[in-house]
C-alpha cells in the first residue's frame, strides 16, 4: 500500500511540476503535456504499476495532441 501511495504521489507531482515549468509554443503541445499527465495518472489508478502507467501516459499524449492540433488549425 505505501509503495502504491508513493507511485501515485511520484506521478501527480512530476505531471503538475511539468504542466508549470513548460513553455510550450502551440495547443498541440499543451494538449499533449495535459493528456500525458492526466493519462498517466488514469492508468496507475486502474492499472496499479508502472505498465498502466506508462500506457495511459502515451494513450492521453496522443488524444491530446489530437485535440490540441485541430484547435491550432482552427486558429
Known amino acids: 500500500m505505501t509503495k502504491k501511495m508513493i507511485t501515485i504521489l511520484l506521478v501527480v507531482t512530476v505531471s503538475i511540476?511539468?504542466?508549470?515549468?513548460?513553455?510550450?509554443e502551440?495547443?498541440?503541445?499543451?494538449?499533449?503535456?495535459i493528456g500525458a499527465g492526466i493519462g498517466a495518472i488514469a492508468g496507475q489508478a486502474i492499472g496499479g504499476d508502472t505498465e498502466g502507467t506508462l500506457i495511459?501516459?502515451?494513450?492521453?499524449?496522443?488524444?491530446?495532441?489530437?485535440?490540441?492540433?485541430?484547435?491550432?488549425?482552427?486558429?
Request: proline letters at 0%; aromatic letters at 2%.
Open 26 to 33: 502551440s495547443d498541440a503541445q499543451t494538449g499533449a503535456l
Open 17 to 24: 511540476s511539468l504542466l508549470l515549468i513548460s513553455g510550450c
Open 56 to 75: 495511459g501516459a502515451g494513450v492521453g499524449a496522443a488524444g491530446g495532441y489530437i485535440i490540441g492540433n485541430e484547435q491550432d488549425k482552427r486558429k
